[in-house]
């Protein structure tokens, strides 16, 4: 299990919201690329960026952004926000990022979003942004008639790589993680005999009891937890959370 740091683009900048909230951005760096080449050079192996801006709808801000981040750094980087075409897609692949996160359009077009990803064969993670058991889309504003289930059920013998799933009522709250959301959802694909899918865990994550409680749920299918406020407001290293998501106690 990996922990993935996170870096929110909003103007440029780093951010972190709360509830995903635009109103509630607050500025944490103002570089952003070296922000991400702090995370390559103490070992992370990946890079969540969510470009915020194109989430809400003013798509092309940050995209030269995102283009110094990947020329910056060789370490994966996942990528989500406002990604609802596939020519949105198709730039960011060509851009050379490893994995798109997709939430609208994996709703609203999914005969689209499955093409997609028997082009770029296990390189698409569905977003399942969830608040209050409703999927929620359009930058978290709009809630989805589909339920979690028809979802998975879409998605089940599809070549997508796997789920970020976020519980938004806890993104940028720091009051721990929802270990009950989180062990039904693991649970629900795993029954679906879906462990070939990988499940990214985001939102809520505050300090290192959060990390020693996910390990304990056991769930050979989770791939990494999203580290964002938490690490930014210093209540976590991400080496020490990485050298604990590593021990087997």
């Not at 339920?147 to 013998?157: A, G, M, T, W």
Request: proline share 2%; net charge positive; hydrophobic share 35%.
């Amino acid at each position: 299990m990996q922990i993935i740091p996170a870096i929110d683009l909003k103007d440029n900048k780093c951010v972190r919201l709360t509830e995903g909230k635009d109103e509630t951005s607050i500025v944490f760096n103002d570089d952003p690329v070296k922000q991400a080449s702090y995370f390559q050079s103490i070992g992370c192996k990946k890079i969540h960026i969510v470009d915020l801006d194109a989430a809400f709808g003013r798509s092309e801000i940050n995209f030269n952004t995102i283009k110094e981040i990947r020329l910056a750094t060789k370490i994966p980087i996942q990528l989500g926000g406002g990604i609802r075409s596939e020519k949105d897609a198709k730039k960011y692949f060509d851009l050379g990022i490893e994995n798109l996160i997709i939430g609208s359009m994996s709703i609203d077009q999914p005969e689209k979003l499955t093409r997609l990803a028997e082009e770029y064969k296990y390189r698409i993670y569905v977003s399942l942004d969830i608040k209050e058991n409703e999927i929620m889309i359009k930058g978290w504003k709009r809630k989805s008639s589909i339920k979690i289930n028809d979802v998975l059920k879409l998605y089940n013998k599809s070549n997508i790589k796997g789920y970020v799933i976020t519980d938004i009522k806890n993104d940028g709250m720091l009051r721990g993680l929802n270990l009950d959301f989180i062990k039904k959802i693991a649970k629900n694909i795993q029954e679906k005999n879906m462990l070939n899918k990988s499940i990214i865990i985001a939102g809520g994550l505050t300090d290192y009891d959060d990390l020693k409680n996910l390990k304990m749920l056991n769930f050979k299918n989770i791939e990494g937890i999203i580290s964002g406020k938490s690490f930014y407001v210093k209540n976590i290293d991400l080496v020490e959370a990485q050298k604990i998501l590593n021990t087997d106690g």
